[in-house]
């Protein structure tokens, strides 16, 4: 079930980026090369995933954040439709989309994950001026960042 413009929702409000995920059979030493056994990219961030399960469990869902208007975000943002997820009041920016790579450990099951702001601008109070509090049940701030 997705989320329509008639019924409350939630609104999640966090961050949006690409994952690149490696499989690895171990952790590269430093200044090891090491090829990866498999490679994934998909859309990240826990506000982003949290919308997609509450979507997928039913619940209408709205994500809110600051997504870049470049094509290689095209893809991440398109996973949030798939899932039924709403985005109607995201705050596009020029700002290359932020990734997160991620490098799992296929015989321990452990990751390590290096971020990349890319100089993502966080939401400003007037993104917020502009909704209509009336629409969303819940509005949970997933995760906010501080970068320097």
């Known amino acids: 079930m997705s989320a329509t413009s008639k019924e409350r929702r939630v609104l999640i409000v966090g961050w949006f980026c690409q994952d690149i995920l490696n499989l690895v059979d171990h952790y590269p030493a430093e200044d090891e090369d090491v090829r990866c056994s498999d490679q994934f990219w998909q859309k990240g961030g826990n506000a982003a995933n949290s919308a997609c399960v509450l979507s997928s469990l039913g619940e209408p869902t709205e994500y809110l954040g600051t997504v870049s208007s470049q094509p290689e975000a095209s893809s991440a943002l398109q996973?949030?439709?798939?899932?039924?997820?709403?985005?109607?009041?995201?705050?596009?920016?020029?700002?290359?989309?932020p990734t997160s790579c991620v490098i799992i450990n296929t015989h321990t099951g452990t990751r390590t994950i290096v971020h990349g702001n890319r100089n993502m601008p966080e939401l400003r109070a007037e993104d917020f001026s502009s909704l209509d509090l009336s629409q969303y049940k819940w509005i949970p701030v997933i995760e906010v960042f501080f970068w320097r």
Do not use: A, Q, R
């Open 79 to 97: 996973e949030l439709h798939d899932f039924g997820v709403l985005t109607d009041h995201v705050v596009y920016t020029e700002c290359p989309i």
